[in-house]
């Protein structure tokens, strides 16, 4: 941990450095469909994939669907009756149904609707109709297909490959160090919502990953701002990355946001937070420890975002589908209360959170149409306020093998 508090340290240094000028980043890679290929095959079916929370699943025969048509699978996840977490495919071994239909539930079994071919919770196929018409057939050697799945905190990802290059915990270093022991699970799902939008994946997460657009995006929701910026501390994590993000001192609330203040120390945007939350107290978060913080968003490569607040938590996933259409699905956390007074704070927080999300969503697909046009060449971008975007997208190019070795104006 101290290593790897050091290095962040560091980074935050280097990156407070003067300007060396704007960076050009190339659109090319946000509308090619063969660019796009080449990521589905040389980056999303070498990493590990962040697909959902064990809390989903307690209990012996639960599972959830998860759709990863960048992959161009679907897969489930299932607790077995030996309360093992296990990821298979989708799919029947007999002749390639899709297995489970519900995008979530319990059973104890998983049957075909087309011939019904039988399976356990644990993978095993267990039932073959008519089986004496399969002579020679193995059940043993015919389970469902199984992915690789691993735990983190709590997070559950999976890997294409049964046998990864790198575990999980080398995959996350050092987010992995930052965050162990983080009380996730004091937190509660609170509200989620979804969309497809007709964007690329990455031209979606660039507006997730700077706060230079909140002076006009926001500037019905976060007024304040646009009197005062602040510029968030921005750190590369190796391949992941990390936003510290701040609130004017003078903020003035509204009625019902000085209400939902004054009722729940925890309420979103409020800065005169208690020092007894553990998030606040958390050695990773607020590192430069400023009494404006507000919340810190860990970037998971590929297409995780994790906000970290007091008492809060949100969770972004963008899920590319084709070069055009991004599939993005948002989960809304709390920390667990008793208090009504805090509940109504919360409630406040979470229309809050809907309301600047949308207004997040307002700009997306008009970029990516527009940067179809092809007209525009490359992204001229600040060195300090949109730096995670040039890290990111460099990221991505180093595994497509395409990462370009100046792009120049």
């Keep these: 941990m101290d290593q790897e508090k050091k290095s962040i340290e560091e980074t935050r240094i ?151 290059e790198e575990s999980l915990r080398d995959y996350l270093r050092p987010v992995a160090g930052l965050l162990d022991g983080f009380p996730f699970v004091e937190m509660e799902l609170s509200g989620w919502w979804s969309a497809r939008l007709a964007s690329n994946w990455k031209t979606f997460q660039d507006a997730f990953i700077e706060a230079y657009h909140v002076l006009a995006v926001h500037r019905r929701s976060i007024p304040d701002f646009r009197l005062d910026p602040i510029v968030p501390s921005a750190q590369p994590l190796g391949r992941h990355c990390k936003l ?17 203040f004054k009722l ?52 972004h996933e963008f899920w590319p589908v084709t070069v055009d259409h991004t599939d993005w699905h948002v989960k809304y956390y709390q920390q667990r209360t008793t208090s009504p007074a805090v509940r109504i704070a919360q409630e406040y927080s979470k229309v809050a959170m809907r309301d600047a999300i949308r207004e997040d969503l307002s700009t997306i697909e008009n970029t990516h149409a527009a940067q179809r046009s092809g007209v525009m060449p490359f992204m001229t971008l600040s060195s300090s306020l949109e730096s995670l975007i040039v890290h990111h997208h460099g990221v991505v190019a180093d595994y497509v093998g395409t990462r370009p070795t100046r792009v120049e104006p």
């Design 14 to 164: 280097q990156l407070s450095a003067p300007s060396l000028g704007p960076s050009y980043v190339p659109v090319e890679p946000n509308i090619s469909a063969l660019y796009f290929e080449d990521e589905r095959s040389r980056l999303f079916k070498r990493v590990w994939l962040q697909v959902g929370r064990v809390e989903a699943i307690p209990n012996p025969g639960n599972y959830f669907v998860s759709q990863l048509e960048v992959l161009g699978a679907s897969v489930f996840v299932t607790r077995g009756r030996d309360g093992v977490l296990r990821a298979f495919h989708n799919l029947c071994r007999h002749r390639g149904n899709r297995l489970v239909k519900q995008a979530e539930g319990s059973a104890k079994a998983f049957s075909c609707g087309f011939h019904g071919w039988t399976y356990n919770s644990e993978g095993a196929l267990v039932t073959i109709p008519l089986e004496r018409e399969f002579r020679g057939c193995d059940k043993a050697e015919l389970g469902l297909i199984p992915l690789a799945l691993d735990v983190w905190e709590g997070f559950i990802f999976v890997h294409l490959n049964i046998e990864p």
């Design 244 to 260: 510290t993000y701040y609130q004017n001192m003078h903020h003035e609330p509204k009625p019902a946001e000085a209400l939902a």
């Design 264 to 315: 729940g120390s925890s309420a979103f945007l409020n800065i005169d937070n208690t020092n007894d939350l553990k998030t606040r107290q958390w050695p990773s978060l607020n590192f430069e420890r400023r009494d404006n913080w507000v919340f810190d968003e860990f970037v998971i490569f590929p297409n995780f975002h994790l906000f970290l607040g007091d008492g809060w938590m949100l969770c």
